[in-house]
């Protein structure tokens, strides 16, 4: 089995994706977001590129949810802070979410045999998921503003970690992956401080967003596994 | 002092490049060679990107060497070995150089205000001839194929250490950056395996040149610093 990670969105070709497993990370924040959304009973989450789609998307009884430059948009329910979906507002509810670069990773890889969403929440569930459907992986960070962002490669490498372990030893990662997982391995003890230190986190921080970050820096707090079905995200 | 890594050729913007002190890395093997070439007395390396203008550039005294797909190019003097040039051939002597992904990283890198080659050989000098200028810094990795290769990620993050040090702490690495410092900090006791084991590692063994593999994967052996004037490189 060969797992392939690819640094950002714009590095991706969706010809590349078919018929494999893609794991889509966008660990700050908008698969944690969704993690944690269907975590606490949201029925679907429907992720869209532009504000104007998920208004065209919004059915009776659905949320908004979404950001854009790390802020909520105006007239929707709720932002892109993980926090904000883990209430009883979600539960039975679909969530049409659209977020700067979480959203699109998610666009691009519709072409894919089954699309996953991964962050350091789920991490080994996501990891277990992926290597029983037996196919080819790819492993794409959504990155920032077409850029790879740490806190996304770092979850790469944790997921090859654990695919690794599955896979007892025959598994193959490209170049890029293999140096995720080093970096994984070099951090691993200090993951909230990597998160808080990096590009995103201090974007974050200085948004007054601190919170959403230390959330998002814990590993496997939820079994959950978010699967593309029928132009949504819903429970494996 | 700013410190961006860019994962590969393609993902470089000769703007990006304007005003700022690059160093292009191609550990297996050009700018391996390049320094060794140099380091046994030859006089400059002319890169090009293509065979013809190899050819056009040779004037009377040159060496020719190259390689494409890994291999010595027919008619040229030498191919991409660096052991090929740590030879009294090359004493005094022009090479004119053109490899399938290094030269193009060199090509490429040529608005920039001072460019220098490094490699794991020469690693802590090029850091400190880098810091001694004084501008941002960008280190460019040439990769294979336009993808990232491990080899010059890790050279890459080195690097990065090596100008941490010397910036005491005040230097900001982009994300990309601190992965490979990540990477490198996880590897360092095995460099030599790391080098084997990766894709391009394992390609050269594969057509025989293991024993390049080994003499590309030493750190430091080397002060010398290649430095671009004159459409070639010479010592600094």
Known sequence: MLVDVIPCVNEARSDDLIQKTVIVIDVLRATSTIVTALEH???AVVPTETVNQAKQCQQEGDLLGGERFCKKIAGFDFGNSPAEYSTPAVAGKRVVLTTTNGTRAIQKSQRAGRMLAGCLLNAEACAE???SFGRDIVILCAGTQDEF???DGLCAGLLVRYLQQLGDGRLQAN???????HAFDAVQGGLEEALLSCASGRRLVKLGHEDDVRFCARTNVYRLVPVWKDQSLVRF
Request: charge should be negative; charged fraction near 10%; aromatic fraction near 12%.
């Open 41 to 43: 009973g949201c029925a």
């Open 149 to 151: 962002c740490l806190e």
């Open 129 to 131: 998921a992926a290597y």
């Open 175 to 181: 170049d890029f992956g293999s140096a995720m997982l």
